[in-house]
């Protein structure tokens, strides 16, 4: 699973090897920091891999963790919020999936935006 937050990009799958715990990775340290604040537990770092940082949590952790980034939105444009929280850099990042998810966009809705 991705998931785009204003603190960052995480992908999240089954851990594999603990019953009930996930591995959540992601290619920025900064993504993983409140995950692991709120898990309790360190970032872990892997190199030449293409996410470079890990956290192990329970389903329960990670959940959390999404409550938490919903119950404060307080956004009206991800975007614009992901810029003042994590940088151009980072906010080109997320423009650029924006942008790409729009191949995707039913027919249906195109002919109804124009």
Request: charged residues 30%.
């Amino acid at each position: 699973m991705w998931i785009f937050t204003e603190s960052g990009f995480i992908s999240a799958v089954d851990n594999g090897m603990e019953p009930g715990k996930l591995a959540v990775r992601a290619r920025d340290k900064k993504s993983l920091e409140m995950l692991a604040e709120l898990a309790d537990t360190k970032i872990v770092s892997f190199r030449g891999t293409d996410y470079p940082y890990r956290v192990h949590v329970t389903r329960e952790e990670l959940a959390s963790f999404l409550v938490a980034h919903v119950e404060t939105m307080d956004y009206g444009n991800f975007k614009n919020r992901v810029y003042d929280s994590r940088g151009s850099k980072f906010a080109k990042a997320c423009g650029n999936v924006w942008e790409a998810m729009l191949d995707v966009t039913d027919d249906e809705a195109v002919d109804a935006r124009f």
